[in-house]
């Protein structure tokens, strides 16, 4: 926490919120988190603070730049939904974007205490059972695959139909913008190429999950019997030696390549805040 104080973020301290039995423990499916995975409903109660948050869980990272889900409302990220929106028709609760509203927060805590004895199982997965039910689908808005992709299944296609219709749709685009330029008039092909090199081009790099994901979650996931891992980026690779599968499937070149990012994103970050404590200490 001091290393994130000294790199100039503003750490937050949260108690846990009293509310029955649901608030008291963690989901059936990962009872290893304990009810600390509900702290994350404390961030509605931050509205005085902040106008809108973007909350990633700490298996998850950013891997190029997500500014534009800071203006939920615009076309940017796909969304008119502004007080909550999130990636998937079952969103994940390690990716979202919310206004907060100390009002929302107390009106989920009382639905909560007011649960009947033994009701709060049904949240198999915990807060993100629970948010997925509180924000129905008229509630949230939807943002596209690119904000929530599992490192699991970068580069390999057929895992997620959703994210590979949307790749298949945005090749079909690419290709026909590569078209359009190919029968434009002499003069305007310099200015048209110089846009279509920042897209997709077909049969590029560009056109996998590994080029177009913004957020990358490395998921608790089902696991394959005693071959699976649910690996996270800060444990060490050789976990993944001799066969061993994410969860239910094997890295592929471009989980690593995205593993590298991450790696030495962190470590350019714990760098930096070692250099600036040392500073602040002199």
């Known amino acids: 926490l001091e290393a994130l104080r000294c790199a100039g973020a503003e750490v937050v301290p949260v108690r846990p919120l009293d509310g029955g039995e649901a608030l008291g423990s963690g989901g059936v499916a990962l009872p290893e988190l304990g009810a600390s995975i509900w702290l994350k409903l404390q961030l509605w109660g931050l509205d005085r603070e902040w106008d809108r948050i973007v909350y990633l869980d700490a298996d998850t990272f950013l891997l190029r730049n997500a500014d534009e889900l800071f203006c939920l ?35 989920m805590v009382a639905h909560l205490a007011a649960l009947p004895d033994g009701a709060a199982a049904r949240y198999m997965y915990g807060e993100q059972d629970f948010l997925n039910e509180w924000f129905p689908a008229s509630r949230r808005g939807v943002l596209d695959y690119r904000y929530h992709c599992l490192a699991e299944d970068l580069g390999t296609p057929g895992r997620d139909p959703v994210i590979d219709a949307a790749l298949q749709l945005e090749q079909r685009s690419a290709e026909q913008r590569s078209a359009a330029l190919n029968q434009a008039a002499p003069e305007t092909r310099a200015e048209q190429q110089a846009g279509l090199a920042a897209g997709l081009v077909a049969g590029s790099p560009n056109s996998t999950m590994e080029a177009t994901c913004k957020v990358v979650e490395y998921a608790s996931c089902d696991i394959w019997g005693e071959t699976g891992v649910r690996w ?15 969860c239910r499937f094997a890295p592929t070149k471009a989980f690593w390549r995205v593993y590298r990012t991450w790696l030495e994103v962190h470590e350019d970050g714990l760098a930096y805040s070692r250099e600036k404590c040392r500073s602040q200490s002199r």
């Open 73 to 107: 409302g615009s076309s940017s990220p796909g969304s008119t939904n502004e007080s909550f929106a999130a990636s998937g028709s079952y969103f994940a609760g390690a990716a979202f974007v919310l206004m907060p509203d100390r009002r929302e927060l107390a009106r």
């Open 232 to 246: 996270k980026p800060w444990m060490h690779p050789n976990l993944l030696a001799n066969g061993k599968l994410v």
